[in-house]
Structures are given as C-alpha cells and as structure tokens.
C-alpha cells in the first residue's frame, strides 16, 4: 500500500470469503431520452465488484442515480444490464430496505453480487445530518445488521454526508475499494507532495471553482504556471484589457476577482496568444488583439497550444480541471485534444478532474491506457473540494479509527 494510503483499510485487509460486504459503488451515469450511457464509472466500479466476488464475498451493492425532482432520477435496472457485461450473474431487486431486498440478501450465496435500488430513492439518505444521526436511521439500520463488512468505492459522493456514505462506516468494520484507493493517492501525490515545476491548466465555465482552486494554489506557494482556457481564459483576458467581451451584472464581481488574483499570481498565470472563433460556421484563427465585440471565442489556437505544450512537457506536476475549449462541436476540439495529448506524452505526473473534463475524454476518444503518467478522476464536487483542501465526510469515516 502506498504512503498515502496508510490510514484506510483496503479490500487486501479483510477476509471477505463467505462474507456480506455492502459496496458503495457509483454508477450514477449520464441519461439521454430516458436511456442510461455506458460510462468508465460503471466498468471501473464493476472491476472492484468482481475481485469482491472472485474472493468469494457476498457483495451487496449500493447506488444512486440522478436527483429527485430530475430527469435522470431513475431506478437502477438499467445499470443492472449494463452491469451484466462484467458482471454476469448479477441480481436485481427494484428494493433497497423492504422485505424483499432484505430477503434477496439473505439468501446470497458465496460470489454471488445483488444490486439494490436506487438509494436516492429513501428520502432519510439525503437528509443533512451527521455521520452519528445517519447511523441510527432506517436504512442503516435495515441493512447493518445483515452485513458483516463495508466497503465504499465511490470517491465522487464523498463530498456528501449522505447515510449510505457516512452512516454504515459508524457501524461495521471499513474500508476502500480499488477505484477509491487510485483516486486518493494520486490526489494526495498531485496535491500535497508536489514535484516542480508544477503547472495547472484551468478552464471550463465556472469561475468561482477555478478562483478557488488558484487561490489555493497561490496560497501553498508551489505552483509554478498557470495556463487559462476556455471561458475562463477569455473571463481572466477581459479583465486585463485584452479583449471585448460582453459582461452582465452576473459577470462583474468574477470580473473583480479575475483583477485580484493576476496582480497576486503576476507572471505564473498565462494567457492565450491567439484564439479560434467561429466565422460563418467555420473555425478562424485570429491573435487575441484581432477579438472583435460579440465575436464567439470557442477554443485557443494553435500558437498558444504549442506554447502551453511547451510548459507541459517541462513541467514535472500537472493538474488539469476543466475543457480547454468547446470540444462537443468537432471544429472547436482541437485545444482539449491537443492539450490532453501533450499531458500524455508528458514524463510529469499528471491530474485530470472535473466532470466535464472526464466527459471531454471519452467524447474525443482518448485512450486513457496511453496516459501512463496521468489519472483521470472520476469525481466533479469530491475532486474540487480535495484540490481546495476541504474536508470530505465520507473520507473521514474511513480512516482507521
């Protein structure tokens, strides 16, 4: 086990032949008309699931899916077909604590692998409460007594305090899965034992989430470069006088903030020096002193690519968060390929988080076998609150006690 990860049980740590493990997976997928999407989430968690079974576990898995009041708040039978295509005896129940999942339960047989409903679907696991309260409620309390073992595996909800999360920890012995146990250590490798130079490469369309992250940067005083992209390259541009942009009132205090945080980075932060508009349907590669008003800046342009490429390749830490540019429109995905290819040819270690950055990836068909440097995170709030040095709850509960 790594250094990092001296303070969690692993799977490696428990004997678990004959046992019933609960295993908090995340399988929460994107949903278009009604159909889940094959994602990584789901072959990744499936390859957890499977050594679980391999060891002759008794595996109980526990998932959501969506937000109630959301088109994407879905019962679980889809992902228990998509689930199939790894794990091939798997059984489904439409329960999570009634009889009849408490039954299915029961009367697993050594290997065999159950999945449960979706857990969003008990008003009690969202409830805002602590670790302590959500121990008591129903749902730990149905399920707790039938299992001997937990194992969370879901990096991407420990940013929650939700029962299925913080509430089975407090009361069975714990531990991380696989998945989980990648994520963490190369979040603590990437975030607190940093080799430099160091660079992060920023964009996407949330300011805030970027400030924060560069404001956290700054503060621990060991980053050396940052390259802006995206919206927020042309936000942190507009705010230094470079180009014209059209700013509401929503826009301003971003504006603001944009100002503060270049007269405190100063020379770390990078801009691009040229920029790919869209001129009658088409991508036009214009310097940033050509910007017009209103002109629809989609991506960064080739000089840029290649001076930023030029940062990466010598750079030792890299930490990626957010697209570079519009990559779902072909013309306009040239910066995010680009730049994603020279994180993978890089010999730094490299960091790439954010939901839409994971997204970027396997809409580019990116080949994430081939960034032997890198981990690709599948987390989006989780990520964002470990780059800022927040606390996760459902880390917390982890840690050996």
Not at 290 to 298: A, E, L, M
Not at 394 to 401: A, E, M, W
Request: aromatic share 6%; net charge neutral; charged share 25%.
């Amino acid at each position: 086990m790594s250094e990092q990860l001296k303070d969690f049980l692993t799977i490696g740590d428990f004997d678990v032949e004959g046992k019933t493990v609960l295993f908090r997976a995340d399988l929460n997928s994107a949903v278009i008309d009604g159909e889940v999407q094959m994602k990584e989430r789901i072959e990744e968690n499936a390859k957890t699931i499977m050594e679980l079974s391999e060891k002759k576990a008794k595996v109980v898995i526990l998932a959501h899916q969506g937000r109630a009041g959301r088109d994407d708040f879905l019962p679980l039978e889809q992902h228990a077909q998509l689930l199939r295509n790894f794990v091939v005896d798997l059984k489904y129940v439409e329960d999570i604590i009634g009889p009849t999942a408490r039954e299915a339960i029961k009367n697993l047989d050594a290997g065999e692998v159950l999945l449960l409903d979706n857990v969003r679907m008990l008003a009690e696991e969202i409830l805002k409460k602590s670790s302590e309260a959500h121990a008591k409620s129903i749902f730990v309390k149905k399920l707790a007594p039938l299992a001997d073992i937990y194992i969370n595996d879901a990096f991407s909800v420990v940013h929650r305090s939700h029962a299925s999360v913080v509430g089975f920890p407090m009361v069975l012995d714990a531990g991380i899965g696989r998945l989980m146990e990648s994520e963490l250590s190369a979040l603590e490798r990437a975030v607190h034992h940093i080799k430099r130079p160091c660079v992060y490469v920023l964009g996407g369309v949330k300011p805030e989430e970027v400030f924060d992250v560069i404001d956290f940067a700054l503060e621990s005083g060991k980053v050396d470069y940052i390259l802006t992209t995206g919206g927020i390259g042309n936000l942190f541009m507009y705010a230094n006088g470079m180009i014209p942009m059209k700013v509401d009132n929503d826009l301003l205090e971003s504006v603001s903030r944009a100002k503060r945080i270049q007269r405190r980075a100063g020379t770390k932060i990078k801009y691009p020096w040229d920029l790919a508009i869209e001129l009658d349907g088409k991508r036009e590669e214009i310097p940033v002193d050509q910007v017009k008003p209103n002109q629809p800046i989609y991506d960064i342009g080739q000089k840029t690519i290649e001076k930023y490429s030029e940062i990466i390749k010598n750079a030792k830490t890299v930490i990626m968060k957010g697209p570079v540019g519009f990559y779902e429109k072909e013309a306009f995905a040239k910066g995010t390929r680009d730049i994603l290819k020279a994180i993978s040819n890089s010999k730094a270690f490299s960091l790439i988080g954010g939901g839409h950055t994971s997204a970027a990836i396997s809409t580019l068909g990116i080949d994430r076998s081939k960034m032997s440097q890198a981990h690709v995170s599948l987390a989006g709030g989780a990520f964002l609150r470990y780059l800022l040095g927040k606390p996760l709850p459902g880390i917390g509960v982890l840690r050996k006690k």
